[in-house]
């Protein structure tokens, strides 16, 4: 099975804060994503890597940057973190060979930014 | 107007008994469509796809309406095990296979 780890289940930050939320999966797989999900507004994505050290931005990457140096690995960084930031981030990965929607998801990490 | 819209529910069932909800999308490039569960305080997970035909799997039959732009689920002979959130999601192949998520229609099966 593929297993995507996030690297913390709960999170707390103050204002201000540079926080980083790693993500790993072990399936080899090229995709990577960044997910957030608040109450009502469904999972919102903040950035994608389709391959190492390539990256794009999703719908709502203010605020926000991302570092995917090894396959394997792709970091969320929130440069300075805002209490708008407050919400459930999920990582998600896919293969470029399989359907695109298939998307294996990290258990996620509650972020809270007092 | 959100781009994929769903009724967040709660829809409460009795034990055995069939429940359907629809997801409307406003793109009518859209061209693909799924089906996620998301159990409470749990990822999402793929649950079906939805092809034009429409399709069955087990107890889960998905539907797709171009027409009228919008996607159903419908649930047969509930099972506690399925209550959860059931996000929907439109795939625009023509965005670079973005995907947009629903917000979410939460389930509640009661015995």
């Known amino acids: 099975d593929v297993k995507v780890t996030q690297s913390s289940r709960y999170l707390v930050k103050r204002t201000g804060e540079k926080v980083f939320l790693e993500c790993v999966q072990d399936?080899?797989?090229?995709?990577m994503f960044w997910y957030r999900q608040d109450p009502g507004l469904g999972l919102r994505l903040i950035y994608f890597?389709?391959?190492?050290?390539?990256?794009e931005k999703g719908d709502i990457p203010e605020g926000y940057s991302v570092s995917r140096e090894k396959k394997e690995r792709f970091s969320l960084i929130l440069e300075s973190a805002s209490t708008n930031q407050t919400s459930m981030y999920l990582c998600?990965?896919?293969?470029?060979?399989?359907?695109?929607?298939?998307?294996?998801f990290g258990s996620g990490t509650q972020l809270s930014v007092l | 107007r959100k781009e994929v819209e769903q009724d967040p529910g709660p829809f409460n069932v009795p034990e055995g008994a069939t429940v359907a909800f629809n997801c409307t999308y406003s793109?009518?490039?859209?061209?693909?469509f799924f089906w996620y569960r998301q159990d409470c305080r749990k990822e999402p997970k793929l649950l079906m796809s939805?092809?034009?035909s429409g399709n069955e799997d087990g107890r889960f039959t998905a539907q797709l309406n171009r027409a009228s732009q919008y996607i159903s689920l419908l649930i047969r002979d509930s099972k506690l095990s399925d209550s959860a959130t059931y996000l929907c999601?439109?795939?625009?192949?023509?965005?670079?296979?973005?995907?947009?998520f629903g917000g979410g229609t939460r389930v509640l099966v009661k015995p």
């Open positions: 998600a990965s896919s293969s470029r060979t399989a359907l695109l929607e298939k998307l294996f």
């Open positions: 399936m080899d797989h090229e995709n």
């Open positions: 890597s389709y391959d190492v050290k390539m990256k």
């Open positions: 793109n009518s490039a859209s061209q693909s």
């Open positions: 939805v092809y034009s």
């Open positions: 999601v439109v795939n625009e192949w023509a965005a670079g296979n973005k995907l947009t």
